[in-house]
């Protein structure tokens, strides 16, 4: 999923201005593959292990401290989407997260990369949950 220009974004209670996407990645963390002796095509599979990565993407385009969210941190993450720019149809997109990396590049435009694990509450429910805004 990839959510374009969030109105709002706060994480770690600390609200991020600038932001030009948040991505989520959706990845197998344990593959079960099988093969029968009939062909060379699988004829199983199974994804029994998934982890869920976030990528937000913000603009540095104005001074900017160092201060902000660490490696290893533990908290929420909670933006607002809208299918376009009014505040119709609006949604909350939420998760408990722990921060993995933050990057600075600054070779062709300016930005921060900040990498996310999203964690289950209980491990069998989606990390990410959608409410209205």
Sequence with gaps: MLFLNPSQLSLLSI??????????????????????????????ADIPEVKVEITITQRLEREFT?????????????????????HAHRQKVSAQVVVRSIRNDLAAKPERIISLAALSPNGATDPITFSDA
């Design 15 to 44: 609200d991020l201005p600038d932001i030009d996407s948040v991505s989520i990645d959706r990845l197998a963390h344990r593959e079960i593959v099988e093969w029968s002796d009939s062909g060379p095509f699988a004829i199983f």
């Design 66 to 86: 160092l201060a902000g969210p660490k490696p290893g941190e533990q908290g929420t993450l909670e933006f607002i989407i809208s299918p376009n720019a009014s």
